[in-house]
C-alpha cells in the first residue's frame, strides 16, 4: 500500500524500493543460496522404450529455501540466466554430480548422467575444461556425462557450434533440449551434430488427445530421423503414449510413468533391485 502525505520523492523512494523487491529479491536469494548449500540434484530415469532398461538418468536441480519452501527451476533458472549467475550455478550442479554419481558411474560405465547447460554455459569457451576436471576428479570416462542444450543455444550460433562440436569431440553426447517450443528455425538442425532430441513434453501430451497440435509430434519424429537424431521423448504418463512413441521408432523415454526423479541413494537402491530381481 502506498503511504500517504509523503511527498515526491517520498513516492519516487517507495517506487524504487518496490522494484528492487521485485526484481532484485530473487537473485539475492540465489546467492546466498550458493552460500549455504541450498540446492540438491535429483535424478529423474530414462528409459529404453523397448526394454524398459533403464540406462541413464538425468540430473534435475532443486532449491530449498532455508525456510523450507521449494522454488521450481522453471522460476529460478530464468531468473539466474537473466542475472549472470547460471554459471556459478551450472559449476554447483557440475560438483553435486560428482559427488553423487562418481560410485554408481564407476560401477557403471554403461550408465550416464545428462546435465542441462544454459546457452551461457555452452557459450563460455572453458566449458569443456570444466566438464573435464569433473570427470576426472570422479575417475570416469566423459561419455558418462550427456550434455542436454535447450534449443535456445542456437541464438549463438557461432560460439555455440564450436563448442558442441568440443564437447563432442570430448566423447560428451549432447541432447538438443526443448524442441520445438520455442526458438526454432529448422536452418540450426542441419547446422549443428548433434546426437539425439529431446521430445518436450508438451508434444507427448497430444499423444491421443485429438488435438489440433496432435499431428506435430509426428512431423518431430520424421524429422529427427531424417537428420539420423536418436530420440528422448520426455513427460512420458500413460501406457499410450510409451506404445505410440516406440511403435514411431522413438529409443528413450522418460515420464512418470516409469518414475519421478529420486534422489541419487534412490536411484542405486532402485538400479540394484532392477538388476536382482
Ligand atoms: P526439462 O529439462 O525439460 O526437464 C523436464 C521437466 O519435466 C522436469 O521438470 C521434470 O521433473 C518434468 N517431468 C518429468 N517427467 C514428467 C511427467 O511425466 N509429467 C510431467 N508433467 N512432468 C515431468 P523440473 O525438474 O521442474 O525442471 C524444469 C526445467 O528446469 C527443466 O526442464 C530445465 O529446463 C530446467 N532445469 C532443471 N534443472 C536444471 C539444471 O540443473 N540446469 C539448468 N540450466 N536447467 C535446469
Ligand atoms: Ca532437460
Ligand atoms: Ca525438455
Ligand atoms: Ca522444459
Redesign the pocket.
Known amino acids: 500500500l502506498l503511504p500517504i502525505g509523503i511527498g515526491a520523492a517520498g513516492v519516487l523512494a517507495f517506487v524504487v524500493a518496490q522494484l528492487v523487491r521485485i526484481n532484485g529479491a530473487l537473485p539475492a536469494a540465489l546467492r546466498v543460496a550458493l552460500k549455504r548449500g541450498e540446492f540438491f540434484l535429483v535424478y529423474?530415469p530414462i528409459v529404453d522404450l523397448r526394454t524398459k532398461e533403464w540406462v541413464g538418468a538425468e540430473?534435475?536441480?532443486r532449491w530449498r529455501k532455508s525456510t523450507g519452501e521449494f522454488v521450481?527451476?522453471?522460476v529460478f533458472?530464468p531468473v539466474a540466466e537473466r542475472n549472470r549467475l547460471?554459471e556459478r550455478i551450472?559449476q554447483r550442479?557440475l560438483e553435486l554430480v560428482a559427488s553423487d554419481a562418481a560410485d554408481l558411474l564407476r560401477k557403471r560405465p554403461d550408465f550416464h548422467v545428462a546435465?542441462?547447460?544454459?546457452a551461457q554455459d555452452i557459450c563460455n569457451p572453458d566449458i569443456c575444461a570444466r566438464l573435464r576436471a569433473i570427470t576426472t576428479a570422479m575417475g570416469i570416462n566423459n561419455q558418462c556425462i550427456h550434455i542436454?542444450a535447450?534449443e535456445r543455444v542456437f541464438l549463438h550460433a557461432e560460439q555455440a557450434r564450436k563448442s558442441v562440436e568440443a564437447l563432442r569431440a570430448q566423447g560428451h553426447l549432447v541432447a538438443i533440449?526443448?524442441f520445438g517450443t520455442g526458438y526454432s528455425s529448422l536452418s540450426y538442425l542441419t547446422e549443428f551434430t548433434m546426437d539425439s532430441l529431446k521430445i518436450?513434453?508438451c508434444f507427448v501430451g497430444t499423444i491421443g488427445q485429438h488435438a489440433v497440435t496432435s499431428h506435430v509430434i509426428g512431423h518431430i519424429i520424421e524429422m529427427a530421423k531424417s537428420l539420423e537424431l536418436k530420440m528422448i521423448a520426455?513427460?512420458?504418463?500413460t501406457e499410450e503414449q510409451a506404445e505410440y512413441l516406440r511403435a514411431h521408432g522413438v529409443q528413450f523415454g522418460?515420464?512418470?510413468?516409469f518414475s519421478k526423479?529420486m534422489p541419487m541413494h534412490e536411484l542405486v537402491e532402485q538400479l540394484a533391485s532392477r538388476r536382482s530381481p
Open positions: 529423474q540430473a534435475l536441480l521450481s527451476p522453471d533458472i547460471i551450472t550442479v546435465v542441462n547447460l544454459s542436454e535447450t533440449d526443448d518436450d513434453k520426455e513427460g512420458i504418463e522418460q515420464g512418470w510413468l526423479p
